[in-house]
């Protein structure tokens, strides 16, 4: 008797260049228009035999929040899959495999776990045809709707004709074929899908289309993994729509081109990754200095330097908080899910001409990378707020950075007939007439700095606040930002169940800071746990900063990585249930080991202390 | 025809006395009259050093920005509003130094605008360091026992990366500089005007007379600025005698031409904001 699940996860490995993603895309793609939610994440979980590659498909009746820890169904596209994971896979479930390229042994799986070998030659008369053939044999074992997926091989082999459909279409019925008649039904089956088609993407794609509804027509980059796919994005869907992409010699020109084009008045971005946006660093100051309104992405991969190029970490955050010399108004936005990504796009192309500053979005491999299913974004009736426009003449004294209450001064464009200004980098004065050296004047340096920094307050007034979620009487505060937001959610149902009250504070705003209200969350508060994908706890350190409330206890993970389900729950529950008195500091790392030779120091354990000191 | 003083700014250069940059704003301004291309529909873009200075001098839209990537911001801004007449100023430090990346993949873009490059051989704003074209041997502030490095050659430089317009001028010959500026501005594609701008406190070297000495125009010995080769064996005369003028000029489609969102199009800062084309991209997603 098969059990009916409300979830069940199925995991693509392989080599770098098996074509895991895009079997992986189409499985999930499949899936989610039957109607079930999905997360799917790619982890990379080593490269010591070189480039190998596994897909995490988490499959829900339900809105499922991770990729999730479990592992029901198996495709191991080469040995070393199997030996990895093949101990992993539930019983009920099943391990799916091409019998040209191994042989599996019952010894390499676990109890109650069918061993299907595919013999793709003998099916399918070609190896190319490996993944599509495994596909149907896995659609076929878990009784879901053949239809899905055979549109999508009908969409993806279009361009290359009927022959490469019908080829590609033989293989995938000759696999489901073959499970039929030979393979037992799986043992660990979902349940149906509300059949709502959901649309399924990541948060790269995300924040492009957010900036293609706010009416972004140009976009910069230098390409940077993992920021590309957001440079890809737009050049399939933005060039058609008038969003003009250049691709440019360096991040620096990058930022500089987006900052002429928003002096000019056109809706600019540039996206990049940690070591691109270290070169933009200087150019963020002079967008603040010349009041131009610039959206900058940063989508953080493991550092530092080069670091993990194709890992996830949010180990930016001060980077991007500390970029560029002196003081200046700017936002940073990090979204925490792909909702945000959309929304935030907007939002901070809105702040960014209204405040005439940069505005800072900092998300991560794990947000830009995933493939998850939402509920659809608001594209009809979008906010545009441009802020103050000047567009014609008014008298012959139009001041570009006239001294305001709010700090904003109404801003003319190049082209404007009678309101001619220069813009410039060093201090200058209502005007825009250079006062740094020769003409220099204190006190008017000292009022155009005013000017500038008070339109942080009215910045500030407008950003959505932080908010506690889940119940106000909670023993303990999960504190996180950005992309772990979802693990949390996760870890508070998952403890929920244990009759455990956890409550989130996941912060979306960084800067301007909400310090007030997060002070007042905070001070309720009975114990609280930092949740960080890095190594030193940067939003933790912003927190004491801004409110000088410490968090109590912390959780990292710098291995490159997101977060595993269970690694939240197990130290949410543990403090939970010990309430230690001191501070605590807990790493965690992806259970891959490490070689028995390796240096055999551990962390001392750290107290109070040292804890609040990391 | 407009008037030269329609260009003159408010504010008054502080270069120093004898500056050779006076008498590229000059020729600038007296190009952009001779062109009758109104104050504001130009956009002049600088970066940082002496030089740099300008766009505050001149009655024009104006963006100062950081050392060295004026090329870029110049670039954005042009792709942004291609109806505007963009001009990016600077010296050799800013774009022969750390702008030159900048320089030469602006060259091969070809993006319609035009770089006057006020070239001094010498750091000005920082009083008197070795820059990029200081030549070989000469003792500055920061080279106490004379260059190591070879001059770089500006002009062999952006006939490499392929600028369509390629000319050199003298700030002491300012009706010729004048010419070379509006056939910069004129020219459909992007344009590199060197100008030998003398520093007279800090270059004592490459001083008025030495140029008067040696410069000699192109034009005046019948060159072929269609003539790559030509071009280029004139870019490497140096020495007793050195050419300004018009090395060498092409017509090639500009940027703008050929980019498909451009192309033909309504300039991207006037392209309305809000869309109506979201609901096709949403159902790519399903």
């Not at chain 1, 940069?358 to 802020?387: C, H, K, M, W």
């Not at chain 1, 993970?557 to 977060?563: I, L, M, N, R, S």
């Not at chain 2, 991207?268 to 084309?277: G, M, V």
Request: proline share 5%; with cysteine.
């Amino acid at each position: 008797m098969a059990q009916m699940a409300t979830e069940v996860t199925v995991w693509i490995g392989g080599a770098a260049g098996d074509g895991i993603a895009s079997a992986g895309e189409s499985f999930a793609k499949a899936c989610s228009r039957c109607g079930y939610h999905i997360f799917a994440y790619n982890s990379y979980q080593s490269v010591i035999r070189g480039g190998h590659v596994c897909m995490h498909i988490r499959i829900g009746t339900h809105k499922v929040y991770t990729q999730g820890d479990e592992l029901d169904y198996l495709v191991a596209l080469n040995q070393d899959t199997l030996e990895r994971y093949g101990k992993r896979v539930m019983p009920g479930g099943a391990v799916f495999y091409n019998t040209d390229k191994f042989q599996a042994k019952p010894e390499q799986i676990g109890k109650n776990v069918q061993l299907i070998g595919v013999p793709i030659m003998e099916l399918a008369g070609n190896q190319l045809m490996q993944n599509t053939a495994l596909m149907g044999a896995l659609i076929q074992v878990l009784a879901l709707d053949p239809a899905g997926i055979r549109s999508l091989i009908k969409e993806r082999f279009e361009k290359k004709g009927d022959a490469i459909v019908q080829t590609n279409l033989n293989a995938f019925d000759k696999g489901m074929e073959f499970a039929k008649t030979k393979c037992q039904p799986g043992g660990i089956r979902i349940g149906s899908g509300d059949s709502k088609r959901r649309p399924l993407a990541g948060g790269n794609p995300l924040i492009g289309f957010g900036a293609l509804a706010a009416g972004c027509r140009f976009y910069s980059a230098y390409p940077m993994t993992p920021a590309s796919s957001l440079l890809h994005w737009l050049v399939r869907y933005g060039v058609k729509a008038g969003l003009l992409v250049k691709q440019c010699e360096d991040e620096i020109a990058a930022l500089n081109m987006a900052i002429g084009a928003g002096h000019v008045g056109v809706r600019a971005m540039t996206g990049t990754s940690g070591g691109g946006f270290a070169l933009m660093t200087e150019a963020i100051g002079e967008a603040a200095m010349t009041e131009t309104p610039v959206v900058i992405v940063e989508v953080q991969r493991g550092g530092p330097s080069t670091g993990l190029p194709t890992k996830t970490e949010q180990g930016d955050f001060f980077q991007v908080f500390g970029a560029s010399q002196g003081d200046f108004p700017k936002a940073i936005l990090a979204p925490r899910t792909l909702t945000e990504c959309y929304t935030m796009a907007i939002e901070a192309f809105n702040l960014s001409e209204k405040y005439q500053c940069p505005i800072l979005i900092l998300s991560d491999l794990y947000l830009a990378e995933r493939l998850e299913t939402f509920e659809g974004v608001q594209i009809t009736n979008v906010p545009i707020e441009r802020g103050e426009m000047v567009t014609q003449a008014n008298g012959d004294h139009y001041r570009r950075f006239l001294d305001t209450p709010s700090g904003v001064s109404p801003r003319a464009l190049p082209g404007t007939a009678g309101t001619i200004f220069t813009a410039a980098t060093d201090e200058h004065d209502q005007h825009g007439i250079v006062i740094s050296d020769v003409f220099t004047n204190p006190g008017i340096r000292a009022k155009m700095m005013e000017k500038r920094m008070r339109k942080i307050s009215a910045m500030a007034k407008e950003l959505k606040p932080p908010q506690l979620e889940g119940p106000a009487d909670a023993e303990l505060t999960l504190v996180g930002w950005g992309s772990t937001y979802q693990v949390l959610l996760e870890t508070q149902e998952v403890l929920a169940k244990e009759n455990l009250k956890v409550n989130i504070l996941c912060l979306a705003t960084l800067w301007p800071f909400p310090a007030e209200q997060v002070r007042k969350i905070l001070e309720k508060c009975k114990m609280t746990l930092s949740v960080e994908n890095n190594y030193s706890g940067q939003i933790v350190k912003l927190i004491r900063m801004e409110t000088g409330i410490g968090i109590q206890h912390h959780l990292r993970k710098y291995d490159g990585e997101p977060f595993e389900l269970h690694q939240v729950v197990e130290r949410a529950r543990e403090i939970l249930k010990t309430k230690p008195k001191e501070s605590t500091l807990v790493s965690v790392v992806s259970d891959e080991g490490v070689p028995a030779d390796f240096s055999p120091i551990e962390n001392p354990p750290i107290g109070a202390e040292a804890a609040r000191q990391h | 025809m407009a008037q030269v003083k329609e260009y003159i700014g408010k504010v008054k250069p502080d270069w120093c006395p004898g500056c050779g940059d006076f008498g590229v704003l000059n020729a600038l301004q007296r190009a952009l009259a001779d062109l009758d291309i109104a104050p504001h529909n130009v956009l002049v873009v600088s970066g940082i050093g002496c030089s740099s200075n300008l766009p505050g001098f001149i009655n024009a839209y104006g963006f100062h920005g950081l050392h060295g990537r004026s090329l870029p911001v110049a670039s954005g801004a042009k792709l942004g509003n291609h109806g505007l007449t963009v001009i990016a100023t600077g010296g050799d430090g800013d774009g022969y130094g750390i702008g030159v990346g900048h320089f030469i993949h602006t060259c091969r873009r070809n993006i319609d605008m035009t770089y006057i490059v006020m070239d001094n051989q010498i750091y000005g704003l920082t009083t008197g360091q070795a820059s990029p074209t200081t030549e070989k041997d000469i003792r500055t502030k920061s080279t106490p026992e004379g260059t190591i490095e070879l001059a770089l050659n500006p002009i062999a430089l952006a006939l490499t990366a392929g600028a369509t317009y390629v000319a050199r001028g003298f700030s002491g010959e300012n009706l010729h500089l004048a010419q070379l500026m509006r056939g910069a501005i004129e020219h459909k594609g992007f344009a590199l005007v060197d100008v030998f701008s003398p520093c007279v406190t800090y270059n004592k070297h490459n001083t008025y007379p030495w140029f008067r000495e040696r410069v000699y125009k192109l034009e005046e010995e019948r060159h072929d600025p269609s003539d790559f080769r030509l071009a280029m064996e004139k870019a490497y005369e140096w020495g007793a005698r050195i050419p300004i003028g018009l090395f060498y000029k092409v017509e090639r489609p500009t940027y703008e031409d050929e980019d498909s969102v451009l192309r033909g199009g309504i300039p991207l800062a006037k392209q309305p904001l809000e869309r109506t084309d979201l609901a096709a991209v949403m159902e790519d997603f399903i």
